[in-house]
């Protein structure tokens, strides 16, 4: 069956009952997936309205060829910490099956079932606040679709596919799968390739992108070199994984020239702080709240 990794998070509850006379309930959550997979909360002390925004990292089914996204069920059940026994308050599932999309699942509230004891107690419905920020098909089930693509390599071991992004193999894409999130690389094949190549996160205003060189070439698995390494850092599961674009020019020098001359073109001379820099030079783009400086160079383009 194809599984999707789901990072889920517990957000809050809201108007939960009384369970003793004198305080509220000292509540946590223990939840059980429909494959089985078990988590819980933190414990918080004397409250009606607790927050947790906790995360946790579930393997659920993927829904149907054309249909949800997602299918089976989380079940939570609330719980009253006792020193004794803890308390079985109530209980609330989700069915991720009537889901149509993953943005419909970023914000959802759960009414919960109480036990009969419980119900008297309270006037408002008690819900818990749920969301599912992100899903990706696991590892398995990825390696599966993909089993059979011309070019395509398998690290079985470190949960690794390789796959090429033209047929002449200088460009391949990596998809790396870590506990919590899911690393996307781009590697070139060879020292030479005469390509510029980049790794782009639309919509983000910054992005974190780590590049790495090896002049001799750094072995990625068997029959895969790589002499130029691209990661995306910090993309998380819940990350739009279809606004990441690799990109590739022509590596041909267009100018050149060197941060001595344009400085000195823009007036600076010595040691300038921001401030003196801000007074001193001409010519310039200044950005007060990060303290940078741009300068023109030639084209029109700033540094």
């Known amino acids: 069956m194809a599984q999707a990794v789901v990072s889920f998070r517990v957000l809050a509850g809201r108007d939960l009952p009384k369970t003793d006379t004198f305080s509220a309930t000292d509540p946590f959550l223990r939840g059980i997936t429909s494959a089985g997979q078990e988590f819980e909360t933190q414990r918080l002390q004397d409250t009606a309205q607790p927050v947790w925004e906790e995360r946790f990292v579930l393997t659920l089914p993927c829904g149907p060829p054309g249909g949800p996204p997602l299918g089976g069920w989380v079940e939570l059940t609330l719980y009253d910490e006792d020193p004794l026994r803890d308390s079985r308050v ?12 993953l943005q419909a699942m970023q914000y959802i509230e759960l009414t919960l079932q ?20 992100g899903a990706v098909r696991d590892y398995a089930t990825l390696r599966h679709d993909m089993t059979g693509v011309h070019g395509v390599l398998f690290d079985d071991i470190n949960r690794r596919i390789y796959a090429p992004l033209e ?11 870590e506990s919590d999130e899911v690393d996307i690389k ?18 983000k205003v910054h992005t974190k992108l780590r590049r790495r060189v090896y002049q001799h ?32 020019f ?45 300068m023109v160079v030639q084209g029109g383009e700033t540094v």
């Open 250 to 294: 022509d590596a041909s020098l267009c100018r050149h020239t060197n941060a001595g001359e344009v400085v000195s073109a823009h007036g600076w001379h010595g040691a300038l702080n921001f401030q003196a820099a801000c007074h001193t030079l001409h010519g310039i783009h200044v950005d007060e709240g990060e303290e940078e400086v741009g």
């Open 186 to 203: 781009l590697f070139t094949t060879s020292p030479q390739t005469g390509l510029y190549v980049d790794l782009i996160n639309q919509g």
């Open 90 to 101: 109530g209980v609330a599932r989700l069915d991720l099956s009537t889901f149509p999309s």
């Open 217 to 248: 070439g750094k072995p990625l698995i068997e029959g895969l070199v790589a002499y130029e390494e691209l990661k995306l850092d910090d993309l998380k599961m819940r990350s739009n994984f279809n606004a990441v674009m690799a990109v590739w």
């Open 114 to 133: 109480l036990k009969d004891k419980y119900k008297k107690r309270i006037g408002e419905p008690a819900v818990i606040t749920v969301a599912v920020e």
């Open 167 to 177: 047929q002449t193999g200088l460009l391949y894409v990596g998809v790396e799968y």
